[in-house]
């Protein structure tokens, strides 16, 4: 029997409108439709894609967000394992993973497995959550020599506010009073929930009181400013 096919697929930022059409083409054709879960209460990257994922088999994946390794990489190996067992039936898969399977997303874990133990796969870009800020915040991430540094917010270790140019912080809602602080006085810009029904933009971090959920991403223009 012919194997199946692994494809990380990239569902964008979270609005439907905003999935490529390679995406759709992919999530169409493929008879399972895979996807991780890390006990919220609604999967995002599925529901992006809800409209084309009907009557399909859809696997919902445990991936639970810490960062012992060695549980992670059990984790994975054990849902890598998962995803072959269904290949092997020669079904394609999906994963869907929100922005882009390149950046930050649990799908390349995955991903690299089933690539390393022999099966085809294939990487499906999609619309990053930066990209989706900058647009709803209407100011360019870089120009002209401008580098661009995309930082977890939630990990400590080097150095990054110092980085010279544009800095993304991602997933920063957690994090947000102790990043505030580091930069204050930079210009610094957030938008959480880009693209989705519940966006909110603000071109002054100092105007995002209170609590702010895990899609808030800030923005720090580069010295000079972007806007």
């Known amino acids: 029997m012919e194997k199946g096919k692994f494809y990380a697929v990239g569902t964008g930022p979270g609005n439907p409108e905003l999935l490529t059409l390679k995406a759709v083409d992919i999530i169409e054709r493929c008879g399972v439709i895979a996807a991780a879960e890390s006990g919220g209460t609604e999967n995002v990257a599925l529901k992006t894609a809800e409209r084309y994922t009907a ?3 859809i696997v919902i994946c445990d991936m639970p967000m810490i960062r012992d390794e060695a549980e992670l990489g059990k984790v994975h190996d054990f849902t890598a394992e998962r995803m072959a067992g269904i ?4 079904k394609d898969v999906a994963f869907l993973t929100l922005g882009d399977p390149a950046v930050y997303s649990s799908a390349m874990y995955v991903f690299t497995r089933v690539k390393e ?3 085809e796969v294939e990487m499906v870009p999609g ?7 900058a647009a709803a915040l209407k100011v360019p991430l870089v120009e002209r020599a401008e580098p661009l540094h995309v930082i977890p917010a ?3 270790g080097a150095d990054f506010d110092a980085l010279c140019g544009t800095k993304v912080y991602m997933k920063s809602g957690r994090g947000l009073p102790e990043l505030r602080k580091r ?3 930079k210009g610094a810009m957030m938008v959480e929930n ?3 029904e519940n966006e909110r933009v603000y071109e002054n971090l100092d105007e995002a009181e209170g609590e702010h959920g895990y899609f808030s991403l800030v923005i720090v223009p580069s010295e000079g400013g972007n806007k």
Request: proline share 0%.
């Open 117 to 119: 133990m022999g099966y």
């Open 87 to 90: 290949l092997d039936l020669g």
């Open 183 to 185: 930069i204050a006085g």
């Open 55 to 57: 009557g399909k088999e």
């Open 127 to 133: 619309i990053t959550s930066f990209s989706a800020a």
């Open 194 to 196: 880009a693209t989705m």
């Open 154 to 156: 939630s990990y400590k």
